[in-house]
C-alpha cells in the first residue's frame, strides 16, 4: 500500500520525490528501532517472545498494527502529512513485532536444512497481499472513496480503517488457534550473544540491501510507467503493473517453496513447478485490470526463473546468488533501455526478488539455538534498508532523474550475490542446516 501511497501523497502535499520517500523511510525506519529496542531487551533481560510465547508476540504485533492504521483517521481528517508518517511509524513497529515472532516461529517448526521452503511458502501468501494491495487499495484510494479529480487526503480513511479491523479479526482468529509451543534452551553462551555467529552478522548486511533495493524500486515503479519515455501510464493503470512486481514475488515463492524442498525429486519439482506457475499467473490475471495479451511478455521471465530454480539445485545460497546476479542485469538493461523493454526488466525483477528474504533470513539465523529470536530481531532490524536507501535514490532521482538512479539498487544486488555465493561455497554446513558459533 505504501506503493500507492507515495505518488497519491506526492501530489496531495506537493512533495519531492524526496520528501515522498519519508513515507518509506519512517515506516522501514521502524522496524530498525522496534527491532533495537527488542534486540537491548534480549541481550541484558532475556529474550522477551521466549518468555511470553510465539503466539502471544503476533498476537501484539497484530494489534500494535490495527492502531497504526486507525491512526490514518485523523491524519486524513487533518490533512496532516506529518500524522501520516507517525501513523505509518507505529504500522511498522506492530509489523515488526509479527516479523520478529513469525518468521522465527516458522523456521522452528521443523528441520533447519528446510527452514527456507517453508519460509517461501508463508511468503509466498504474503506476497499475495502485496499483489492484491495495488489493485484493490488503489482503487479504493484513487477511486472509489475518491472524488473525480480531486486530490484528497480523505479517500484514505476508510480503506485503512477496513484494515485495523481486518487485524483486529485476525487477532480473534489466531487467540482460538492452538498452535504447537516452542521455548528455547537456555544454556549461557559468553561474548555478544547472536552477533557471535559469522552467517547472522552477513545476513543482517544482505537484508538491508535486499529490502533497500527491492522497497527502492517499488516506491518508484508508478512513476517510472508515468514517465513519457517509459509508457506514459496514469496512476490508475500503473497499479496495475506494480501488482506484476509484487506477484511475480509471489510466483517465485511459491516455486521456491517446491525447489527449495529437498524431500521432492528433480522431474516432480519442474513438473509440480509449472503446474504451480501456471495457476498462479492466473490468478494475477484475475486480479489485475489487464488483459491477457498486455501481460503476456511476463510468461518468458516466468520461463526464465524456473530454469533458474533448477540451475539452484535447492541450494539456498547457490539459489540467492544466481537470482541476485538476473536482477543486476535486468536492472542495467531497465536503465540503459527504454519503452517496454525497460517496463518488463523492471517488473521481473519482483520475480527473482522472492525467495531472497527468505533465503537470507533462514541462512542468517541457521545454528542459533537459543539465540534464534535475537538474532531474527537483528535480521528485522536490517530491514532498516527500506527506510535508507529509497530516501537515498529519491534525492538521486530529484538530481539526474528516476532511471538512471536506479543504480544504487544495482550496488544492493551485488552484495547479496556475495553474500550468496560465500553462503553456498564456504559455509555449506549452514545449507544442511548444521553451522556452529563463530565458523
Known amino acids: 500500500m505504501n506503493d500507492v501511497l507515495i505518488p497519491h501523497l506526492k501530489k496531495l502535499f506537493q512533495l519531492s520525490y524526496f520528501e515522498s520517500m519519508l513515507i518509506q523511510f519512517c515506516f522501514f525506519g521502524a522496524y530498525f528501532i522496534g527491532s533495537l529496542i527488542y534486540f537491548m531487551i534480549s541481550y541484558y533481560k532475556g529474550d522477551p517472545i521466549n518468555k511470553i510465547g510465539y503466539k502471544k508476540g503476533i498476537l501484539l504485533g497484530l494489534l500494535v498494527s490495527a492502531i497504526g492504521c486507525a491512526m490514518f483517521y485523523p491524519a486524513a481528517s487533518l490533512a496532516a502529512y506529518g500524522l501520516f508518517l507517525s501513523a505509518l511509524f507505529i504500522l511498522g513497529l506492530g509489523f515488526t513485532l509479527l516479523q520478529i515472532s513469525a518468521n522465527a516461529y516458522v523456521s522452528l517448526l521443523g528441520p533447519e536444512e528446510t527452514a527456507s521452503s517453508r519460509l517461501n511458502l508463508t511468503q509466498a501468501f504474503n506476497s499475495l497481499g502485496t499483489t492484491i494491495a495495488p489493485v484493490l487499495g488503489g482503487y479504493l484510494i484513487l477511486e472509489f472513496f475518491s472524488v473525480k479529480g480531486v486530490i484528497s487526503a480523505e479517500s484514505t480513511k476508510i480503506p485503512y480503517l477496513i484494515f485495523a479491523g481486518l487485524f483486529i479479526l485476525l487477532g ?56 513519457h519515455n517509459i509508457a506514459g501510464f496514469t496512476e490508475a493503470v500503473a497499479k496495475n503493473y506494480l501488482a506484476l512486481y509484487w506477484g511475480g514475488a509471489m510466483i517465485g515463492r511459491f516455486l521456491g517453496a517446491i525447489s527449495l524442498n529437498k524431500g521432492v525429486g528433480a522431474a516432480k519439482k519442474l513438473i509440480f513447478m509449472i503446474l504451480a506457475a501456471a495457476a498462479v499467473f492466473v490468478l494475477i ?151 556452529k558459533g563463530g565458523h
Open 285 to 435: 490475471l484475475s486480479i489485475v485490470n489487464l488483459t491477457f495479451a498486455q501481460i503476456s511478455y511476463f510468461i518468458g521471465f516466468i520461463i526464465l526463473n524456473i530454469i533458474a530454480f533448477m540451475i539452484g539445485k535447492s541450494s539456498p545460497g547457490r539459489t540467492l546468488a544466481l537470482f541476485a546476479g538476473i536482477n543486476v542485469i535486468l536492472l542495467l538493461i531497465t536503465i540503459f533501455t527504454g519503452g517496454h523493454t525497460a517496463m518488463w526488466t523492471i517488473l521481473a525483477i519482483g520475480l527473482f526478488n522472492s525467495i531472497m528474504y527468505s533465503n537470507i533470513f533462514t541462512l542468517g539465523i541457521a545454528g542459533l539455538g537459543k539465540y534464534t529470536s535475537q538474532g531474527s530481531s537483528l535480521l528485522v532490524m536490517a530491514i532498516l534498508g527500506g527506510a535508507i536507501v529509497p530516501v537515498i535514490q529519491g534525492a538521486v532521482a530529484d538530481a539526474i532523474g528516476i532511471q538512471k538512479a536506479l543504480f544504487l539498487p544495482v550496488i544492493c544486488y551485488l552484495y547479496i550475490v556475495y553474500f550468496g555465493y560465500y553462503c553456498w561455497r564456504h559455509l555449506g554446513n549452514i545449507e544442511a542446516g548444521a553451522v
Open 172 to 227: 480473534v482468529i489466531i487467540s482460538f488457534v492452538k498452535l504447537p509451543h516452542f521455548e528455547s534452551e537456555e544454556i549461557e553462551r559468553k561474548g555478544l550473544g547472536a552477533l557471535q555467529f559469522t552467517n547472522l552478522k552477513l545476513g543482517v548486511l544482505g537484508i538491508f540491501f535486499y529490502v533497500g533495493g527491492e522497497v527502492a524500486i517499488g516506491s518508484f515503479i508508478i512513476s517510472f510507467l508515468g514517465t
